[in-house]
């Protein structure tokens, strides 16, 4: 062990100017080569976040704009439903009161039928009592 101290204190000049040298090496690599290549990625970096940033304000665009024709096209949908379905409330009332009419004509129908019942008994009572007045009227043989 005290010979590599002795060795390291011998020679501790060319120890320390290569330390200096290989420092000096470190330094200029990292003020020339590292730091570039980091301020050169945080730059492509920042252009890659506005990339982003720009692709993705497109896209909400896009989506706005989608959506938009979307609800447009559901209006003009919501638009004829109400149109379409106020038609068949229209027909559908025509029936009904077609209905009713024909409920009203059955009715009268058959207050006729009665009515026609009642004439024919009537008629036929008529006609009866006719016969009976002939046949007191007419002579004895």
Known sequence: MRKIWRWTQDNAGPITATLA???????????SVVRPMQQGFTAVNQRIDDQIR?????????????NQRFDAVNQRFDDQ???????????????DAQDRRVEDLVRDVSE?????????RNETRIDILTEQLQTADAPAP
Not at 57 to 66: C, E, L, T, Y
Request: glycine share 4%.
């Open 81 to 95: 439903d109400r149109s379409i379905n106020q038609r068949f409330d229209a027909v559908n009332q025509r029936f």
């Open 112 to 120: 006729l039928r009665k009515l026609n019942d009642r004439v024919i």
């Open 21 to 31: 040298v290989l420092g000096g090496f470190a330094a200029i690599i990292q003020f």
């Open 54 to 66: 720009y692709i993705d304000q497109r896209f909400d665009d896009q989506d706005r704009s989608i």
